[in-house]
């Protein structure tokens, strides 16, 4: 069993910064692939970044690429979603995700065996 508690969301000017932390216990995180979603108002969950267990791998989505960085720290059992030129349609709850089983990064959301509570972003001047 693996606890997922989010922080670092907020409010916050289109074309500014956030960083989301993601704090694991309940051991095996190290083991595990991480990613994160969003929620936006009235719209499905959408994948948003994912991470390899050992932190060599990455995939994001088009609509981030290049704007938002995932990491993990294994020592820390903590994984981040760095988010720079933040846009109003960045504007939604931030979930992040652990997935036990698959050998790759995936970005389906039904892979994932363990979820965060969610923070808000919210993108508006």
């Known amino acids: 069993q693996v606890q997922l508690v989010e922080s670092g969301g907020g409010l916050v000017q289109p074309g500014g910064s956030l960083r989301h932390t993601c704090a694991a216990s309940?051991?095996?995180?190290?083991?595990?692939?991480a990613g994160w979603f969003r929620q936006a108002p009235g719209k499905e969950r959408e994948f948003v970044a994912a991470?390899?267990?050992?932190?060599?791998?990455?995939d994001y989505a088009d609509s981030v690429q290049g704007r938002f960085t995932i990491s993990r720290d294994n020592a820390k059992n903590t994984v981040y979603l760095q988010m720079n030129a933040l846009e109003p349609e960045d504007t939604a709850v931030y979930y992040c995700a652990v997935d036990r089983r698959s050998f790759y990064v995936v970005r389906d959301g039904s892979e994932y065996d363990y979820w965060g509570q969610g923070t808000q972003v919210t993108v508006s001047s």
């Open positions: 309940g051991g095996g995180f190290r083991n595990y692939h």
């Open positions: 991470i390899s267990w050992s932190g060599d791998s990455a």
